[in-house]
């Protein structure tokens, strides 16, 4: 009985030692961390994806706190929170935000397999930057879509896909945050961050090929051939033609779609508008 | 006696020198020329001609667009056609000079004459003479890379150059165009060695050639005895053992001399020699001499399933398609279509893209051998590590370009990697090692230089 | 007219490949296979057949129905190579399911699970071994005598020469090492009464092997070299100071050292990468090896020094560069 006593007793007093030490550690050796970026942190997604420009978002957290304390935390936007997160931290923090509209990404590109021929077989690693350093790609086009997957493997929230039919990305509306990763890994710059549009309505220029107009038709069908017919349609001014290319400024197009009807080789594409109404072909034929 | 190689490394891929004994062709006038005009390292050139403009053989057609560039002269006679873009061997559409074939008109300032010129014929050249008739005729390195020769002949002041080595190795397989040059004008090559020799202020030259052409070897040396009988200059022949890739110049260097250069920004001349491939040293002195620029060379034109491989003499901007047809057509199938030579060529998607200052061949390569076999994983065999002539450990750069982990990589010395494609004709188990690497060096190079522009 | 193929350089490959380089080993056993079947008869051609049958089947299985993965790697010749690494380093009359049992660890725990080929930490046959070793300790320290052709499980055993060895040691008395057979015995695997695991038999045989792989460009000469040096080397020192420890000839001649360091220490996945931290490798496996089969609890320490070693590959990995092209510049 004794030795259990003694046991007992030696082993109590050995953890209340630990204790102490610990105890007086964790106060002489701690870290003073400002609450606030705990509790900002709790509000952000937790997804750590880098969308905001941070490595993850612990140092989102710390760079709002210290945005706050300095006056301002414009600039700084989680998209995959979006405004309603932003929203919450602001009022957390005491700030006012500037209402972002929502962004998604846009593949501008529409090279499919029937649109844009093979002209040659790439046999090499898998991977758009390395067919890119090779050349053109397997068509004849040196601007388009390489239908690799970089993007697809850049993106942490499954939001764009290759489809097997068409051999090009495709974004997923629902998934896509926005986070811009997709964007830096595509080594031609097809993809671009524009804005979703109500209903997801928008329309866009879907080439970026710098090339003639007769050589870009020669190795695409719905290539831009830079003719400049919409940029002369559009009554808002939002279309500039430049390197034989189009552009339509997401911020000025009103989605009237006048271009779109203009367009002589179906570049330029709008997005989650209903079908155009039988009507109007039955007034042809009266 | 033993024959030097270098240090480091090194594998022996088939030679497959197909046309070695065939003796050069004139290749036929092409019916237009394309002419690129990034044809080298450094700034494109920009046109001095316009649509319509009538030029003849030797007119210049395209002036240096900066410091690092060189210009470039029409290599037939004709109209031009127009200023547009045409496909280059990069694969991309790029700025070129189109011209319509008429007829064959030279500048009459072009000595076209057979008559040797010797260095000792003409003492009033001087080195400054020399380089300033090399960079006008937009000699540039003719070995692939197109570095302008006049930059490489006058090393910054950090360096000192002691001797002039003639890259004479030729060691990818299937090319025989520097070959079949030596054999036909070795007189002209050994003046062109003078002249560079007395540009770069040195008295010591050697010229690097692979066991594999003992005819080249025999002929050289004794050409050079004669040639350097009773003068200040001092060649020497120097027979290399065959391995590739004995002809990069850092190998080169290492073998000839026995001295490495240090990981860059280091260049040979940094250890006192100056690389020339033996191309460059026929156009120096056909620039020099008889006042001609850079406007045709030596090309092979080989492949295992070609009716007649040959070697051919071809004025630059012909497309590639002309020469194959000499040949007897694109073989049947698929093949690859190689600006260059297996190992370090630049594989084409048309067969319409124009011979440059750097095509030294163009190779195709048909039936199995033009695809590659399933990658499996890594199997750590380390074979990579003991081919890598520059002793990097191509396995652990190649996952780590994969991973995109640049900082390790930049630790693991991936900028010397020099592309020579030794570590994946080795592996066994077929991974695209150099393509993972080379990913990873292109990122690692930009980072390097995003930093030092901040600095 | 066919298509034009495009990748970027280089547009050549040599003629060597994983499955080249796995039946070269194999081929390269050749010698110590049939000298087993000549020494061991009924029994080794049981082992060894179910060794090599119970690897590439579980390969086959844990490929096909655990990691679903559609290309079967069982054809490129790794786990008939373990099947038949694993097989030498048992005794001839092991019962059937005990061999089973040793490829599930050497197949189902200390290669697949890590991702095949390639990836595995640790050295799949001594894994397999050393894991049989330590649960059925009595079977796999009972050695069959050489020269029963047709026997199997009812073999008759007797001592090892490394039993011998121990022996001396611990009683101190150098003239129990009198009963090892001559080196030259040793050498060409006359053993008259010769014991041991099936690869250890004939060191000619084995060196044999090494000669083919060498020619093959298989292996190099690093390991093989830095570990038999150093056991040599080191055991001779012993032997010099107190003759109760075997002469450095009998050492590297018995036991599993020469299967060891020419085909095991070898393995491609779990030496370094190297030629510097080869020989750092094989030197330390040499040390070790002496030190076990010394001072250890068991006569034979080739399987626990590599598998030590292997512990440690990543490390020289990491920390032992080759010489980079220019390092020195003269």
Redesign the interface.
Known sequence: MNFILIAVIVLGAIGLVAALVLFLCSKKFAVYEDPRIAQVNELLPGANCGGCGFAGCGGMADALVKGADAGSIDGLNCPVGGSDVMGKVADLLGMAIANGEPKVAVVRCNGTCENRPRIAEYAGLRSCAAMNACGAGETACGFGCLGCGDCVEACQFDAIRIDSETGIAVVDEERCVACGACVKACPRQIIELRKKGPKGRRVYVSCVSKDKGAVAMKACKVSCIGCSKCERECPFGAITVGNNCSYIDPEKCRLCRKCVAVCPTHAIVAVNFPAPKPVERKEEEA | MKIKTFRIGGIHPEENKLTHEVATKVAPLPKQAIFPLSQHIGAPASPVVQKGDKVKVGTKIADAGAFVSAPIYSSVSGTVFKIDTAVDATGYRKPAIIINVEGDEWEESIDRSDKLETLKAHPELTPEEIISRVKEAGVTGMGGAGFPTFIKLTPPPTAKAECVIINAVECEPYITADYRLMMEHADEVIVGLELLMKAAKVTRGYIGIETNKPAAIDLLTKKCAEAFASSDYTVEVVPLKQRYPQGGEKQLVDAVINRQVPAPPAIPVNVGAIVQNVGTAYAVYEAVMKSKPLFERYTTVTGKRLQNPGNFLVRMGTPMKDLIDVCGGMPEGDNKLLAGGPMMGKALTSTEVPVCKGTNSVTIISDDEARRKEPQPCIRCAKCVGACPMGLEPYLLAKLSEVKNWERAEHEDITSCIECGSCQFTCPAHRPLLDNIRQGKTTVMGIIRNRNVKK | ??????????????T???E??MYGVIIALVPALLVSFFYFGLGSVVVLSTSVAACVLLEWAITRYVLKEKRNTIM?G?AILTGLLLGFNLPSNLPIWIIVIGAVFAIGFAKMPF?????NLFNPALVGRAALLVAFPAQMTTWPKAGQIGSYLDAETGATPLSVMKEAIKSGDASVLDQLPSSLDLFLGNHPDGVGAMGEICALALLLGFAFMLWRKII?WHIPVSVIGTVFVFAGLLHLADPSYADPFSVILTGGLMLGAIFMATD??TS???PKGQIIYGVAIGFLTVVIRNWGAYPEGMSFAILIMNAFTPLINNYV??????????
């Open positions: 007219m066919g298509k034009l193929i495009v990748s970027l350089s280089p547009h050549a490959h040599g060597d490949s994983v080249r380089n490129d790794s991702g095949g080929l390639g990836n190099t491609y996945v370094p990468m190297t560069k080759p010489k980079r092209f220019g390092e020195v510049a003269k």
